[in-house]
């Protein structure tokens, strides 16, 4: 990763839109599905962390909490031209040490096929098939036991 990335939470508005836009871009627009479906009412309650180069948001990664003790991470995206690059695992990390502090036991996500590896090398383990999403994108939910 190079040196000049900032992996952090997102702060001011400005920071925010683009931290959502990203979002859209990597996992929405592909699909053609509109602005807006990259954000959900859990945003609100939310624990947001992003990479940063100068004032391009390039990366993003999203964990909420089911319930006292379960978290989930969900959207995470790195821009097409820094995949790769370590930039995704630093964000998982930093979003389950944020977790980890607010007290979850267990981290749960939904991994879209291509990435199962990234989570299995943070041992995150399979335990069921989730949806096909789009028509395409085969999920597999991960479990982490802290
Ligand atoms: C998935 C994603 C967030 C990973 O971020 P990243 O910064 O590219 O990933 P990293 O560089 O940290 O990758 C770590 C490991 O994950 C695996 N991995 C990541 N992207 C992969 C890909 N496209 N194909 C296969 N394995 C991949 C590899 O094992 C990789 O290690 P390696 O590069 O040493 O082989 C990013 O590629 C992305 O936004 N992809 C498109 C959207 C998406 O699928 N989001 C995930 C939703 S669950």
Not at 65 to 90: C, L, P
């Amino acid at each position: 990763m190079k040196e000049k990335i900032i992996i952090r939470e997102p702060k001011t508005e400005d920071e925010f839109q683009k931290y959502y836009d990203l979002r859209w871009q990597v996992l929405r627009e592909p699909w053609s599905q509109p602005k807006g479906s990259e954000q959900d009412k859990m945003d609100k309650e939310s624990t947001h962390i992003m990479a940063i180069l100068d004032d391009k948001v390039i990366g993003c990664g999203r964990g909420h909490f089911n319930s006292k003790e379960q978290a989930q991470i969900r959207y995470m995206a790195v821009d097409n031209n820094f995949q790769r690059q370590k930039i995704g695992t630093e964000i998982l990390l930093v979003l389950e040490e944020n977790l980890i502090k607010k007290g979850a036991k267990e981290i749960i996500l939904k991994a879209r096929e291509r990435a199962v590896s990234l989570y299995k090398k943070q041992d995150y383990r399979i335990y069921k098939e989730g949806e096909i999403l789009f028509g395409e994108i085969k999920h597999y939910w991960m479990r982490k036991e802290i």
